[in-house]
C-alpha cells in the first residue's frame, strides 16, 4: 500500500510540474489601434488569492486547458495614458464573457488597483520556450502602469544582433561542435559507452560545466579541455539585455560517436 501511495504521489507531482511548465494563453491588449498579445496579468491582483477568489467566482475553478490555468483570457486597452479592463472571457472564449459577474461597472473600467509593467508584442515570434510565458516576438514594449495610470515607456528590439559573429548559441549547435573538438584518436578504444552531462548557461556570462560523470578520468579531463576552449556565444537580446539561458545534454562517448566526429 505504501509503494502504491508513493507513485501516486510521484505522478501526482510529475502532473502538477508539467501543468506549470506548459506555454500559457496570452492576455489581449489594444494598443495604438492594434489588438496585440499582452504577457502581463493586471486581473490577478483584482482576483485576489486562490481560496479568496475560488469561493467569491466558483465559475474561475474550471480547468480549461493546461495552457491557460488562470481559466479566463482579459481584453485590455491603453487609452488616454489609463490602463482599461475591456472584457474577459471564460476559457478565452469570446462568446462566454464573464465581465458582468466580476465587475459592478459597465464596461471598460480602470484598472486602478494595478502597479506594475505590461509586456506588449509586436510582430512574429522569434524564439519559444514551452512554460508560462517564456516567448520572444520581434519588437515589444514594455509600458509602467501606476494604479492603472501609464507614467512610462520602452521599446525593444529583440533578438540576435546583425554585428555578433561568435558560435550559434542553439543546444544542437553546442552539442555537436564539443564533440567534434573531442581529440578521438588520443583515446583508448571502449569497451562500454559513457556518458558526461554538461550544463550550458547563458546569459551576460557563458558557463559550460561538466555536471555529472561516470566516465574514467581521461574522459572527463578531455571535455573539460573541449569546455574551456570552446568559444563564446552568441546573445540573444529580450528588453535590453541577454537572455538567460540554461540546457544540459550528455556527451557520449561510444565507438559510434568516434567513428561520426573523429577527424
Known amino acids: 500500500m505504501k509503494t502504491l501511495f508513493r507513485s501516486f504521489l510521484f505522478l501526482l507531482v510529475i502532473l502538477v510540474k508539467q501543468l506549470h511548465a506548459t506555454g500559457q494563453r496570452a492576455e489581449l491588449i489594444i ?4 489588438t496585440l498579445q499582452l504577457l502581463s496579468l493586471p486581473l ?14 466558483p465559475f474561475l475553478k474550471l480547468m480549461c486547458s493546461t495552457a491557460l490555468w488562470r481559466s479566463y483570457q482579459a481584453l485590455w486597452k491603453l487609452e488616454n ?8 472571457y ?19 473600467i480602470k484598472a486602478s488597483w494595478f502597479t506594475g509593467n505590461l509586456f506588449i508584442q509586436h510582430g512574429k515570434m522569434i524564439k519559444y520556450h514551452h512554460t508560462g510565458f517564456e516567448r520572444y516576438f520581434e519588437e515589444e514594449t514594455k509600458i509602467e502602469i ?15 544582433r546583425a554585428n555578433d559573429m561568435n558560435f550559434p548559441s542553439n543546444p544542437d549547435s553546442i552539442m555537436a561542435e564539443v564533440h567534434n ?13 559513457y556518458k558526461v552531462f554538461v550544463s550550458i548557461k547563458m546569459g551576460k556570462v557563458d558557463s559550460l560545466t561538466i555536471m555529472h560523470s561516470k566516465a574514467p578520468g581521461l574522459y572527463v579531463q578531455e571535455i573539460q579541455r573541449v569546455l574551456d576552449e570552446f568559444p563564446q556565444l552568441r546573445k540573444f537580446y529580450s528588453r535590453g539585455e541577454p537572455l538567460e539561458e540554461g540546457y544540459t545534454f550528455p556527451v557520449i562517448f561510444s565507438n559510434a560517436q568516434r567513428k561520426r566526429f573523429a577527424r
Open 90 to 108: 471564460l476559457c478565452a472564449s469570446k462568446e462566454i464573457s464573464i465581465f458582468s459577474k466580476l465587475c459592478d461597472s459597465e464596461s471598460p
Open 31 to 34: 494598443y495604438k489601434g492594434d
Open 44 to 57: 490577478e491582483d483584482y482576483l485576489g488569492e486562490y481560496e479568496e477568489r475560488e469561493e467569491k467566482y
Open 146 to 160: 501606476v494604479r492603472g495610470n501609464q507614467i512610462n515607456q520602452q521599446h525593444y528590439v529583440n533578438g540576435y
Open 181 to 193: 573538438r573531442i581529440n578521438w584518436k588520443d583515446l583508448p578504444k571502449l569497451s562500454k559507452d
Open 81 to 88: 495614458n489609463e490602463l482599461l479592463l475591456v472584457d474577459v
